[in-house]
């Protein structure tokens, strides 16, 4: 009985570390892989915003490095992870 008593005071304990897991592990994991995946699948002619607010068009891509048009005939270069997101490109 004594033992019993005791895995049952651990039984809230194992609820909240679950409860945790679904709502704030789990998710993170899916957004981390996701943006892995847009990452990677960066490729010339993609329109994107960097993590400065600056909207840009890719124009070539060098290992880690992205060579980015910002305006006409001018061009930086952005590190991949400096990426925050691709551009939705309709109507053009």
């Known amino acids: 009985?004594?033992?019993?008593?005791?895995?049952?005071?651990?039984?809230p304990l194992i609820i909240i570390m679950v409860i945790?897991?679904?709502?704030?592990?789990?998710?993170?994991q899916k957004q981390a892989k996701e943006r892995k995946a847009m990452l990677d699948?960066?490729?010339?002619?993609?329109?994107?915003?960097?993590n400065g607010g600056i909207l840009g068009?890719?124009?070539g891509i060098n290992g880690d490095e992205l060579d980015v048009e910002i305006a006409k005939n001018v061009k930086v270069s952005v590190v991949r992870s400096a990426v925050?997101?691709?551009?939705?490109?309709?109507?053009?």
């Open 57 to 59: 068009l890719i124009t």
């Open 41 to 50: 699948a960066l490729k010339s002619g993609d329109k994107i915003l960097t």
């Open 20 to 28: 945790f897991y679904f709502l704030l592990i789990r998710p993170q």
């Open 1 to 11: 009985m004594p033992q019993n008593a005791a895995f049952m005071q651990f039984i």
């Open 84 to 92: 925050a997101g691709l551009v939705n490109q309709t109507g053009k």
